[in-house]
């Protein structure tokens, strides 16, 4: 691959360059092309080679008839829980068992109706217990697992319009959307059993929540691994000519291009025009409050919907929910334009509920607000924001709290210009998150406490979900005088990366510390750095886990860029972002 280490100019492309550029994208071709020969070569041995094997076993023809589970077998084989696939899909598969795309959709099919009885259970739980702790936290399950289903709804939906179904061809846009919910399926589950832990549910309930959550996990997994690995490279595959890629040199205080022309344009201009204005001293034509905007929000509209909140502090609840699509939210700018709570786990509120303002909606876009939870650092767990909006941009926003601040939940979501504070896991969650350009800055704790700046929480090896930061400026609020770590490891798969972003004196020269103390992380995390500076940067003397890299290549750090982590070129729409030279 290229050299990551440079950057180029928007639109500005060498002849010499762009021939090498060809000659390079054409050998990629050539090498995806190869291996997905090789796959399906792969698949179709080890169907033929199943299926040899019972003819010789039985003295049979070994003819893969309808029903045989030969296929199934071999679709099989790549998912973390085998068993399950093929006692779930053997008995069903029928006429589709030699068609791999309707094999898929069987698994997603079996997935989304083992979750939609999972999703009947919370209320029967919350009635079954008079613990108030308890209940809120199975009131938490009951969300998270209707998203789930809104999740395999999603796919399936997805899936019907492709070859196969409705004779369309399977996109490399498709396949990344499929790979974004069917993680986010996963984590919505995983957050039900976080719910349960942060308040030290008898292990008895626990362990029952767990067995009914069995069956779904494991499907949702399993769906998730065979896109992951072979409906992948079945796909129809699109190679931009040239990737657009902005100058090391640009001026950050202008907005790059990173959303479609029409969004675009909103953004660029110094006052949108708003279809609803919020003004909480009741200025003729606006409302006095973001709620009753909220409320003028059509359902899953496909058009802009743009709300302008004029400076001031809002002191309100809000929640965004999945079904309010599009939705642009400005303000007059950091610390001009302020949402702010104080509801805190101390006070009695599961994490997921704490923040001050969550969002689930698709294609939601932030700019020039703050968002802000001053429970403090006594209270503990204290979110401002919560995200699960999928293709949701913040810019020049900034999240101020404590513990938890930012909840980047699931899905594919990026932040640019922000400013984000706290103290303890301060950035965590399981999206697809990248950070650009962002001051990202630790705070003074409780004395008995330490800084944690990120918590990322992946807990299957398919998912697409990871923190990136990048270009970002690392830097304490004030005096810091705890030790401060760029994060721990929440989950199996936890992964982060910080690459070429300014590290200041402040931090442990460890860099990273362990969840539990004196336990090193499993060697299935993935957390690196690259090419980072400043006196904090220095990789020397960091943690020696399997799973921490101190300095990853150019070609892992690429897989890390809004272009290849957030699939920024399909639904950032041919926008500049601040990307690495592939």
Not at 237 to 248: N, T, V, Y
Not at 520 to 549: H, L, S
Request: hydrophobic residues 35%; contains cysteine.
């Amino acid at each position: 691959m290229d050299s990551i280490n440079s950057f180029k100019g928007y639109g500005k492309v060498d002849p010499a360059e762009e021939q090498a550029y060809r000659r390079k994208t054409r050998k990629r071709i050539i090498i995806v092309v190869v291996s997905a020969v090789l796959l399906v070569g792969l698949i179709v041995g080890v169907v033929a080679g199943t299926v040899a094997h019972r003819k010789n076993k039985s003295g049979g023809s070994g003819d893969d008839s309808p029903g045989s589970p030969a296929s199934v077998e071999a679709l099989c084989s790549v998912t973390e829980y085998k068993e399950s696939c093929m006692k779930s899909m053997s008995p069903v598969a029928g006429g589709k068992a030699n068609d791999p795309l309707k094999l898929f959709v069987l698994s997603l099919k079996i997935a989304a109706e083992s979750l939609t009885k999972l999703a009947s259970r919370p209320a029967g739980w919350v009635k079954g217990t008079k613990d108030k702790n308890l209940r809120q936290a199975f009131e938490v399950c009951r969300e998270v697992f209707d998203d789930a289903v809104d999740r395999l709804n999603d796919s399936i939906a997805s899936m019907e319009q492709v070859n196969g179904v409705d004779g369309k061809l399977l996109s490399s846009a498709t396949i990344a959307d499929l790979k974004t919910w069917l993680s986010a399926a996963i984590t919505d589950q995983e957050t039900c059993l976080d719910a349960l832990e942060e308040i030290k549910a008898n292990a008895t309930v626990v362990d029952n929540v767990k067995g009914a959550m069995k069956n779904s996990t494991e499907f949702a997994s399993n769906s998730l691994a065979i896109v992951a690995h072979i409906i992948s490279f079945l796909g129809n595959f699109h190679f931009p000519i040239h990737r657009k890629l902005l100058a090391a040199n640009q001026d950050f205080h202008g907005f790059p291009e990173w959303v479609k022309p029409g969004d675009r344009r909103l953004l660029q201009a110094e006052n949108p025009t708003p279809d609803v204005i919020v003004d909480k001293n009741g200025s003729p034509g606006s409302v006095k409050t973001i709620m009753e905007a909220l409320g003028q929000i059509g359902m899953k509209s496909t058009s802009r919907f743009v709300i302008y909140v004029m400076a001031g502090e809002y002191k309100e609840k809000l929640e965004l929910e999945k079904s309010k699509w599009n939705v642009m939210m400005y303000g007059d700018g950091k610390g001009k334009t302020i949402i702010t709570g104080n509801t805190n786990f101390i006070d009695g509120t599961p994490t997921f509920k704490t923040a001050t303002f969550a969002v689930e909606g698709i294609g939601f876009i932030a700019k020039d607000i703050t968002f802000q939870n001053t429970a403090g650092a006594k209270k503990h767990q204290a979110v401002a924001m919560r995200s699960g909006s999928d293709q949701s941009v913040f810019y020049r926003c900034s999240f101020d709290a404590y513990q938890d601040t930012l909840y980047a939940h699931s899905n594919r979501q990026f932040y640019r210009d922000c400013d984000i504070t706290g103290t303890i896991d301060f950035i965590f969650g399981n999206a697809a998150v990248v950070f650009q350009n962002c001051k990202i800055q630790p705070r003074q704790p409780l004395p008995n406490q330490y800084n944690t700046i990120t918590a990322q929480g992946k807990t299957d090896p398919n998912q697409n979900a990871g923190i990136s930061i990048q270009k970002c400026d690392i830097s304490p609020l004030g005096e810091v005088t705890v030790p401060t770590y760029l994060g721990r490891p929440w989950k199996p798969y936890s992964t982060t990366v910080i690459m070429q972003s300014t590290i200041g004196s402040f931090l442990k020269p460890q860099g990273w510390i362990e969840w539990e103390t004196n336990v090193d992380p499993p060697a299935t995390i993935f957390y690196g750095e690259y090419m980072n500076t400043g006196a904090g940067a220095g990789v020397e003397q960091r943690v020696k886990w399997t799973g921490y890299k101190p300095s990853i290549t150019s070609d892992q750090a690429s897989k890390f860029t809004v272009q290849s982590f957030i699939r920024g070129d399909e639904w950032l729409s041919g926008k500049v972002t601040y990307e690495l030279a592939l």
